[in-house]
């Protein structure tokens, strides 16, 4: 995969050099180029950002640096042999970016991003370069950040992990929360290592006891406790047919019950952890 980066701080880039992500840099399996955008000013003061027209407060990153820096970028992939590029652009307004969202970017083969700073970048960039190739406006969460770049390090991180050889496990990340199947709704339960006893506090058994399908039936469960607790809007929007017999003797003990549409609701007398 290559990923191309546009930014006015290019050292906020620097963490995808360490960690898993540095790794597969390393290995050839990440291919990273971070542009600082002020190299495509014209001016003295390297300007990438005027005043809004309609007034109001904040200041508006220019269409001139931002469409030269994409054009350069595009051409350097083009010639380096890359192929079907996506522009990922972070904004709070774009679509929110779940675990669905981040396996659908990993397999694509170059993501350019535009992390954008002030109260963003003129639309008319956005809506030029989608004339030229997909883009995907992501949101990471309701709340807005003073840039973008720290939205591209959740976003790179969260993809990275997902291509082939980047993880030591090949398994590793199908047991997450949000891992498409049988964890696509759900929170993963709490996980133990050794020592088996710690400051008087020690581990459930069944995870001693050597029997997969307790230990698996077991995790499950835990995954419904804490998706019940911290995330219940997820178990309501489940569809009741997506999940077995046991699944539902969980749920039903954690004061869940399906509803005449096919999902699930919680009963009042439910009880709180």
Known sequence: MRLDVVTIFPEYLEPLNVSLVG?????????????????????????????????????????????????????????????????VVPTPSGRPFTQELAVELSERPWLIFTPARYEGIDRRVTDEYAT?????????????????????????????????????????????????????????????????????????????SGHHGRIARWRRDEAFRRTALHRPDLIERCEASGFDKKDREMLSILGWSPSPDGRFWRRPEAVEE
Do not use: Q
Request: glycine letters at 12%; a negative charge; hydrophobic letters at 40%.
């Open 23 to 87: 790794k597969a840099r390393a290995r050839g399996s990440l291919d990273v180029h971070v542009h600082d955008l002020r190299d495509w000013t014209h001016d003295r003061h390297n300007t990438v950002d005027d005043t809004p027209y309609g007034g109001g407060p904040g200041m508006v990153m220019k269409t001139e640096p931002w469409g030269e820096a994409l054009d350069d970028a595009l051409a350097g992939g083009y010639e380096a042999g890359a192929h079907s590029p996506v522009l």
């Open 132 to 208: 030229r190739m997909p883009v995907v406006e992501v949101s990471i969460g309701d709340y807005v950040l003073a840039g973008g770049e720290a939205a591209v390090l959740v976003i790179t991180e969260a993809v990275a992990r997902l291509l082939p050889g980047v993880l030591g496990n090949a398994e590793s990340h199908r047991d997450d929360s949000f891992a498409p199947g049988a964890m696509a709704d759900l929170l993963e339960g709490p996980v133990y290592t050794k020592p088996p006893r710690w400051r008087g506090r020690g581990i459930p058994e069944v995870l001693l």
